[in-house]
């Protein structure tokens, strides 16, 4: 059923050629011994963890999904997959990037980020098990107790336990401000807590001893709306103080979701009667720690729709090559056969080419970010520190959007490379379509990350994150703006920015008048933002290609052709964006509800 090989070549172009990963790690003194080869050794192993376990299991895992015995309120998870994260652990994979202090192998985020890009490729419903774990313990290693850090970070580490995070609840979705979950003090400093949560991720399932869930509740005496949320350790089982599993805590799944994709996980409906708790950080301010776990869960699903765009492209590719039919516009190409393979009709090829650059931009543009968090976390200059922080704070909306966004787009197109074998399950690429919307919804839908990248990270500090990293792209256009040979890439690339600052400026001085056109702008101009950052990291990739394209390894030759492709195909969607974002709020607003 289809095939996944890990893009090592790629992976390492973007970490050696393009970011010098390197050198960078140099400068983060935890980092600092960990070279090229080491990083290499890691994504190798990695990419045969994922093709060779978790690949074989996804298409199964699919059509089994997960199951709930009501009677025990467990749930059996699709087969092989149990067995899969046995070997997951056993090899090391959960601590590669955790704290050496928890037993944790302390490499960078940005080799992490690398293998769950495969992970999520080979099976995106296996790897949101593990997935979430680390969310849950980059939570309570920046928030947690000593106590809580010492008792259960060491497990979350080493993936005996795993993690999940309880926010969403049926009235409510999106707006945490309504939740109702109910968290009462109690004589022993714990806590009683009472409620339900539903559209949890992994809640339950016997492929770990324990499960940590971190769950979002008020306090008696919280104020009302998200200012009143605090944040709370509810285990599966009550860990003794030697880590041994005490009694049964009353946290249980009461259904499992029917959903349209990531069968292989367990999306529960969580039933919270009377959970014992631990607080975690400050009462009432539950979300200041939360959004560590959903930022670095935001940075995920990104990873998640990069991994599918990458295995829908290599298997539609594959298809493209072998699927005999018709004949060449312009001629016969394989004149021995009865008709051409498919690849030499134009618009395969562009559907082919979406997916590619899709994939390869993402690729360059998520380790990035993973590298500014590396930095941010790590570099013992304050304000490189905070340079970090800042623009991690304005991209990581993009990487989630932005990149589902385009993983529906590639997973979509490389199912129509197939025709009518694509829309048949046995070939495998509806399912690819089907995991992929999920992405654009959960961890905050695409919309809610749009007005988060324009309302709360570029008009509430008037710009200055986005001009921080707009005076990158314009030391870059300056540099290269005398090279023709880059001209192709350069002039687009600057007339994009240039177009960027004056519709930013634009959609604020509307908003200072009507709040809604934030809204109204919002969603185009994330994406006109996504295809600048993708743009810039192509035009940088295309310059590498041109210096190397010489030495005779095709690779270089691929890399530029696909930077043409997407200055040329992609990136004009940007002139439709901009007249939606400035097309404003009227057009949305004035028809009347009744009148729909």
Known sequence: MGQYTAPLRDMQFVLHELLHVEDELKQLPPHADIDAAIIDQVLEEGGKFASDILFPLNHTGDREGCH?????????????????????????????????????????????????????????????????????????????????????????????????????????????????????????????????????????????????????ARLPDAPPGTKGISLFLVPKYLPRPDGTLGERNPIFCGALEEKMGIHGNSTCQMNIDGATGWLIGEPNKGLNAMFVMMNAARLGVGMQSLGLTEVAYQNALAYAKDRLQMRSLSGPKAPDKPADPIIVHPDVRRMLLTAKAYAEGGRAFSAYVALQIDKELKHPDEAVRKDAEDQVALLTPIVKAFMTDNGWIATSEAMQVYGGHGFIAEWGMEQYVRDARINMIYEGTNTVQSLDLLGRKVLTDNGARLRKFGAQIQSFIEENGLDETMSEFITPLADLAEKVTKLTMEIGMKAMKNPDEVGAAAVPYLRVLGHLVYAYFFARMAKIALEKQGNGDKFYISKLATARFYFARLLPETAMLIRQARSGAAPLMELEAELF
């Open 68 to 216: 709930l015995d009501a009677q025990t309120h467990t749930v059996k998870t699709p087969k092989g997959f149990h067995e899969a994260y046995k070997q997951y652990v056993d090899a090391g994979w959960p601590s590669l990037s955790a704290d050496p202090e928890y037993g944790g192998q302390g490499l960078p985020l940005v080799v992490n980020n690398a293998l769950y890009e495969m992970l999520n490729a080979a099976n995106q419903a296996w790897t949101m098990y593990p997935g979430l774990s680390h969310g849950a313990y980059e939570c309570l290693h920046a928030h947690g107790t000593p106590e809580q850090k010492e008792l259960y970070l060491p497990k979350l580490v080493s993936g005996e336990w795993t993690g999940t995070m309880c926010l969403t609840e049926p009235h409510s979705g999106t707006d945490l401000g309504m939740l109702r979950t109910k968290a009462e003090p109690q004589p022993d400093g714990t806590y009683r807590i009472t409620g339900g949560k539903i559209f949890i991720s992994a809640g339950e399932h016997e492929m770990s001893s324990n499960i940590v869930h971190l769950v979002l």
